[in-house]
Nanobody, 126 residues
């Protein structure tokens, strides 16, 4: 059984930082593209970042988070992280980790995602 379990969400003031974790099990960790998506109230789910190791290490960030967010992995723990810095109120959302096989063009199309975590809430407010 494939499981993705997020943790690390919470409340933070604008300008603060949080690190989200997603522990995975049940699949070959390095054979998949690892994603972070988010969904704000009343809005569609949007891609934040992804990381692929299928050939060379590739990371990609949505324009809205470039320079502030960093995606990394710990292969010994089969865990993917999202370090978020200089958080803004517009970063408030439920954050989801996700995985898909590295087949075809890599993008943030949610229809290509095979596995989802349950989500973790991030709230940025003063």
């Amino acid at each position: 059984e494939v499981q993705l379990v997020e943790s690390g969400g919470g409340w933070v003031r604008p300008g603060g930082s949080l690190r989200l974790s997603c522990a995975t099990s049940g699949l070959a960790f390095n054979d998949y593209v690892l994603y972070w998506f988010r969904q704000a109230p009343g809005k569609e789910r949007e891609g934040v970042s992804y990381l692929s190791k299928s050939s060379v290490l590739l990371t990609y960030y949505a324009d809205s988070v470039k320079g502030g967010f960093t995606i990394t992995t710990d292969d010994t723990k089969n865990t993917v992280y999202l370090q978020m810095s200089n958080l803004k109120p517009e970063d408030t959302a439920v954050y989801y980790c996700a995985e898909r096989k590295p087949v075809g063009h890599l993008d943030f199309d949610i229809r290509s995602v095979e596995f989802w975590g349950q989500g973790t809430q991030v709230t940025v407010s003063s």
